[in-house]
Every structure is written in C-alpha cells, then in structure tokens.
C-alpha cells in the first residue's frame, strides 16, 4: 500500500490477517528511518521495545503493541508530528490506538492508547523512574502534561490493561540503544498475523 492517511477506506478494507500485516509492516518500511530520538530509527525503537517485551515473557498482544505502540508517529506528516519540536501535542498514542482498533482488540489497543499516560503515572509515582528520563522524554513529558496529579493516578489505577502499559512504557524507555539486537520486521510480521488470526 503507498502511503495514505490513517482515514482512507483503502486502510480499512484490509481484512485478512496476513494483508493487514502487511500493510503495517510496509508502514514501517516506508517510514521507519525517521528518528526517532537522537540515538535510533522509529523502525529500531519498535523492534527494540518488541524485543524487551519477548525477552520478559509477555504474551502475543503485548508484544505487538511493544512493536506498534508509537504507530502514531508515523501516521502523522513528519512535520506535522508530536516530536517535530513545535511544542504541541497531536496525541500520537490516540491516533494510534484509533488507527490499530480498526482490527486489533483491547489488548493491543489499550495499551497503545496508555502508554503516555502510563508514563505520566510512572513519573508521578516513582522519583527514579522520573529521574531516569531521556532529555528527549523530560521535554516530551513537559508537552504531555508532566506527571500525573493525584486524582489522575487514582483514575489510572482502575484503567483496564494498565499493568500492561506500564511494562510497555518501561520497555518504550530502554528502546533506544544504537545498534542493539532484535527480531527483523519479518518476524514480527509473523506474530501480527497470529493475533490477527484469533477470533
Ligand atoms: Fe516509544
């Protein structure tokens, strides 16, 4: 598929799980070489994050929304993106999550559309995590609204699938290592397709 916006029919008449893989993973192919931090690729970071989350033994879903969770980025115009340094947030997550809905479950899809907010929670909750940040991820963290107040870390506690954007934020942060090993494109197409597949 060339590139089209996140509303065109043509996304959304994908149907079987194999071409529905496909097209995510051509997104990446296309678009994956934009940075996305100082240190790699947004292709590297997913691979990275889906790689962290194997490694610990996360189930199918979870791995994909490690390797999909920052889709977003790649949905918007590189210039009209939450990184691009304007200062405003365009809510990549949500744009994702709304995006990978069309055929994913909440299992993928809550903790795609979390895993800002679970960084709120993180930094709220967890002075060494807050202190551990990335300066990239301290000035995005300032954009989306710093740590999270009190009532909104009640609020987060009750939010289904929080345990699994918790660990995905914690994977989304050590994902940035230059030239680190991981699964290729190929094979997390593979295990796109096996939860696609499931009823
Ligand atoms: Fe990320």
Known sequence: MRDRPPTDPAWRSLTSPADVADALVGL?????SRHYDETVTQTEHALQCAARAIVDGADDETVAAAFLHDIGHLLMPEEGDDDSGDGVDRHHEQVGGRFLANWFGDGVVASVRLHVAAKRYLCAVDRRYHDGL?????QSLIVQGGPM???????????AHREAAVDLRRWD???????ALTPTLHELRERLVAVLARP
Do not use: N, T
Not at 134 to 138: K, M
Not at 173 to 179: M, N
């Open 28 to 32: 990446y192919e296309r678009r994956g």
């Open 134 to 138: 990335s300066p990239a991820s301290v």
């Open 149 to 159: 107040s009190e009532p909104e870390v009640a609020d987060f506690g009750s939010a």
């Open 173 to 179: 942060d050590l994902a940035k290592v230059p030239g």
